[in-house]
């Protein structure tokens, strides 16, 4: 089969050809640069305008006459760009008279990483410009792990380069740049699986601004913003208990970031997968590659029924090409443990190492085990305080990261997910945030089940009067439950509603706020 596949959510005019016989796939593409400043909607849609007749010109002549099928970006993406997209590609399957295929952007960035690895239901860490999440197989559908709370990272990266006075796009430049650099600190915000960009970018700008030089912010952006994207990789592997990863989206050409993640999954005995440079940053051939699957799978698209879609999630895509397949997967409760930030081994007493990480820059890596383990130890004392059941320590050592508790409950929650294991959990953060504590990252593995329910690993916990922050602890949790229930509704809403008893309910309402905003935006 030929696919002709059609790409033009921001910045990227492109066309491609995939064959599946050969699995050769040829990209024509015109980027659209922007004069001065980011991407402007309208530059790009007359970008898009003028370009994609001649890449989609190319591509045909490539193809010569056998097309089966007309692949094109269906969103997300910049609406006036997707509209231009979308008419070329019905225009040209109704003139060859092929069928038309509506792909979501998103999701092709991590299936040409599968296609390309040849891995079986890998993890994704999708580092684009507009867009940073994890995505993850389960129950037929793509979850989205984790993500990040504000912007995209590639676009995180461009608005502190603008900042500074440098042309778009900005990742190549930081980059360059970072060589010559030195590290300072910066703030690092991950919450579970999720994370958030906005005080680094902050504290990045003020830096430049108070004198700090430029090689050092760019150097230190990178080891903070990469440290972040390894970390809530590494959370998914190890949440899921899956061992492989792939990389896409733009921010993905950086070989800095290729690198740590290519370390941290080597350092868990995971494998790893970057495509070459051109499938990572937007392209048609991706979009050429998901299209000939879908194809396959008779998942085509009437052009009556073809409208693009701005917004489109990639969880609110029905994976047709994956049907019948699932993933079972589960970690055993015995010996020795690897989460995804320490090896627990496990006899009568629990011992809890947070190793280094060779991917984190030494100084970040001491930082964050030393504040962490401290942080850790005084919170299971406040939580059991306020009859939340968790641990009792025996030891701590916060210069060698280790502690040493009791061992508690017969199995992690996600092995045994039952509506009143949620529901107790529910109750459990109720009471913590009735305190003023975060836990952080309160996910189906941090929570023990037996003749009770216990709470564990509050590494990521503070103490906090925001109502955000409680909400972000529920939206940590839900997202768990996405990744490793098979049918995770009605067990949310046993959670919700047991939080909702037991505590505010105006955290439930913020909940419904921070979901808004992860999702997706052009800017
Ligand atoms: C929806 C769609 O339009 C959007 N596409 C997109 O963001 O283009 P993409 O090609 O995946 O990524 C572009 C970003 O990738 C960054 N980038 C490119 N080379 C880089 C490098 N060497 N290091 C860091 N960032 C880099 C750029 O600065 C820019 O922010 C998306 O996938 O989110
Ligand atoms: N006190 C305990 N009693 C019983 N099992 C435990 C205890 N502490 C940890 N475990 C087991 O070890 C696993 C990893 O522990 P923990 O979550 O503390 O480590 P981690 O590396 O911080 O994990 P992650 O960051 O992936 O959540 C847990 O999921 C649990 O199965
Ligand atoms: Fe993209």
């Known amino acids: 089969m030929r696919v002709l596949g059609i790409e033009g959510t921001a910045w990227a005019a492109s066309a491609a050809v995939y064959d599946t016989e050969t699995d050769e796939t040829t990209i024509f593409t015109d980027a659209y640069q922007p004069e001065s400043g980011g991407i402007h909607p309208r530059e790009a849609a007359e970008h898009m305008r ?21 692949a094109f970006s269906r969103g997300p993406g910049l609406g006036p760009c997707l509209r231009i997209v979308g008419t070329a590609a019905r225009a040209v399957a109704g003139g060859l008279g092929v069928p038309l295929v509506g792909v979501n952007h998103m999701l092709a960035h991590l299936e040409i990483g599968r296609h390309r690895s040849g891995f079986d239901s890998p993890v994704c860490l999708n580092a684009s410009g507009a867009n940073a999440h994890l995505l993850g197989f389960h129950g037929g ?6 993500e990040t709370m504000d912007t995209g990272v590639g676009n995180a990266i461009d608005k502190f380069t603008r900042h500074v006075g440098w042309s778009h796009p900005g990742g190549p430049k930081v980059e360059a740049r970072a060589k010559d650099g030195e590290y300072v600190d910066l703030p690092y915000v991950v919450k579970g699986m999720d ?42 592997l190890s949440l899921t208990g899956n061992d492989e990863l792939v990389l896409g989206g733009g921010v993905g050409q950086n070989a800095r970031l290729r690198a740590m993640l290519g370390e941290m999954c080597a350092q868990r005995g995971a494998r790893f997968h970057a495509p070459e440079p051109r499938f990572l940053r937007d392209n048609a051939g991706m979009i050429a590659v998901l299209g000939a699957k879908m194809a396959d799978a008779g998942d085509t698209v009437a052009i009556e029924d073809s409208r693009v879609r701005p917004d489109f999630r990639p969880d609110d895509v029905p994976v047709t090409w994956r049907a019948g397949e699932d993933v079972a997967r589960g970690g055993d409760d015995a010996g020795t443990q690897r989460g995804a930030e320490a090896t627990v081994s496990l006899d009568d007493r629990v011992a809890k190492a947070r190793e280094p990480k060779g991917y984190r820059h030494p100084a970040l890596d001491a930082r964050l085990r030393r504040e962490r383990t401290r942080g850790e130890a005084r919170l299971l004392r406040d939580a059991r305080r306020l009859g939340v059941p968790t641990p009792v320590l025996s030891d701590v050592d916060p210069r060698e990261a280790t502690l040493t508790m009791e061992r508690v409950g017969d199995c992690d929650l996600r092995e045994r997910l039952t509506e009143e294991g949620v529901r107790s959990v529910g109750r459990h953060l109720a009471t913590l945030h009735g305190a003023g504590i975060v836990h952080g990252d309160p996910t189906t593995r941090n929570v023990r089940v037996g003749r009770r329910t216990w709470l564990i690993d509050f590494g990521l916990g503070y103490h906090s009067r925001h109502v955000e922050d409680y909400a972000m602890d529920l939206h940590v949790f ?6 490793t229930a098979d049918d995770p509704v009605p067990l949310i809403a046993a959670f919700e509603d047991a939080y909702a008893d037991a505590g505010d309910p105006a955290v439930v309402e913020q909940l419904r706020e921070v979901e808004r905003r992860g999702r997706y935006r052009s800017e």
């Open 50 to 70: 003028s370009a994609i007749p001649a890449v989609v010109w190319r591509a045909r002549d490539h193809a010569g006459d056998d097309v089966d099928a007309v």
């Open 141 to 146: 559908r793509y979850r989205v792990l984790g």
């Open 195 to 236: 994370f958030s960009f906005s005080g680094i970018m902050s504290a990045a700008k003020e830096a430049v601004d108070d004198g700090e030089r430029v090689e050092d912010v760019c150097f230190s952006l990178q080891e903070h913003v990469f440290a972040m994207l390894c970390e809530v990789s590494e959370r998914a």
């Open 478 to 483: 839900e997202g768990s439950l996405g990744g």
